[in-house]
Every structure is written in C-alpha cells, then in structure tokens.
C-alpha cells in the first residue's frame, strides 16, 4: 500500500507504536452540539511520549475532539484522563487543565505584548520573576527560536514573522510544563523552512512529551506519526501504529480515504 499511494514512512523519528503507558485515556467520547451528534463513542489512548496523529476528511470532528479535550467545549459525554485525573474535576479548573494541555493552532496567536512577555504569560505564583528568565530561555530553545530572538526579547512579538509566531506560541506552551500538546495543524500556514524548523523542534519535543497532531498533510502523519487514529463523521474508523496504518489499513473506509486523499493532491 505505501508504494501503491505514495505515502512513504522514512522520518527523522521511527514512526512505529511501541507499547507505552498512556499520557491521557479516552473513553466513550460523545459530543452533540445543537442536536447533532458530532463524536460517537470514541476510545483511544495516548501514549506518553511520541506523536499521535488524529486524520480524517474535513468535518470528521478532529478539531471539536481538541476543543472537548481543553475544556472548550463542556457538552460531551465519557471519560476522559490525564496522568489518572478525570480532566473534568481538574485541580483549579479549566484554566489550570488549558495550561496543562497545551494547544497550537493552525494561525498563530500571539499577545500584543514583548516576546518576553508572551513566552512567560501562564507563569503563575510568588517565584514567577524569579523563575521567568530561566524558562525564557529554555523555551525559547526548545522551540528553536532562541538564536533568532535572544537579542530583541523586549520587541513586540507581532513584528516576528508567522513561522516565528507559531514556534513562539510553542515556547509559551512549553514554558507551563505541559503534560501533553494539542495540535491543530500547526504547520499548515507556514512556508517550508518554518515547516521544517517546526517539525524538528516537535519531534525532538515528543521524546519527552506526548503530542496529538490533527493534521490534513498525509505525507507528514506517515512521517512523524507513531500512532495514527483515522475519524469519518465523527468515529473512530482505525487506529494503530503509524507505519503499519499507511502500509497496510485494515478498514475499506481508510483504504479509500488514502487513496482519494492522494488523487484529491494530484
């Protein structure tokens, strides 16, 4: 199947599923919003490192599925848990839960304040000064942007470009200690080399912390993905490990789905 449709599986880390406990459990996931019926029943686990990514034509459900899992949306039905902790009796709240599950969406959001400002914003607490200029910059590596920026930290942050915007919203949600990212397309507006110096810095990322990547970009799931989950009209129609999805899908609904997805491309 990867030669048949194109989709090949070499990737700056091994996108293969070993067995791993779960960052975060989900089961019998519903959401309904005005009267219908938008996820049905969805049980998935994520592991606690490496990068899931969650695929599916448009209007599948992939980005309400994200919003249920920070808190967004307050309408679904099932269980859902963090490190063991049912997210809806977080400690502090959905405030506390948002800067605990990191979200990066597809355009870039930034503060009207300095880059200093934005990568420290969700520090909380009587150390905060204290702590600030230690987590700036290790942020700001990890997010590959510190020798970009390390020399206009007191700049606006609106006057960085949107590849830089888009790796300082990861810093920001790096400097709260997240223990997992949400990520709804995060690449999908920039220019290739800001592709591709995002790309790195998250796969070097998902060593360490577990990520959910929505994402239309097929190629890119083959690449990066350890685990892939398939939705269709809001179920889960396949998951499993990421090389064995895009070599060989078990379901006809995700075989047709590869396989228009590449003529959707030509």
Known sequence: MVAEIGFGTTGPVANEAPDLPAA??????????????????????????????LIGPSGAG??????????????????VR???????RWPGGGEALRRRLGLI??????????????????????NRRRRSAAVLETSLRKAALWEEVKDRLAAPAEQLSIG???????????????????????????????????????????????????THDLEQAARLAARVIFICDGRIIEQGGGAAFFASPQQLE????????VCDCD
């Open 254 to 261: 995700s075989r047709e789905f590869l396989r228009w997805s």
């Open 82 to 88: 963090l490190a063991g902790c049912d997210i809806r």
């Open 105 to 126: 969406a597809q355009q870039p959001c930034v503060f009207p304040r300095s880059i200093r400002a934005n990568v420290i914003f969700g520090l909380r607490g009587f």
């Open 62 to 79: 992939k980005s309400s599925l994200l919003r249920c899992l920070n808190g967004l949306y307050a309408q679904w039905t099932g269980t």
């Open 164 to 214: 830089q915007r888009q790796r300082l919203c990861v810093a920001r949600a790096l400097a709260v200690q997240p223990g997992l990212l949400l990520l709804d397309e995060p690449t999908a507006s920039l220019d290739a080399r800001s592709r591709q110096l995002l790309e790195q810095s998250l796969v070097q990322l998902s060593a360490t912390i577990p990520m959910l990547w929505v």
């Open 24 to 53: 975060m459990v989900v089961r019998g996931l519903d959401l309904q919003l005005q009267g219908q019926r938008i996820l049905q029943g969805l049980d998935f686990d994520i592991p606690v490192r490496g990068i899931t990514a």
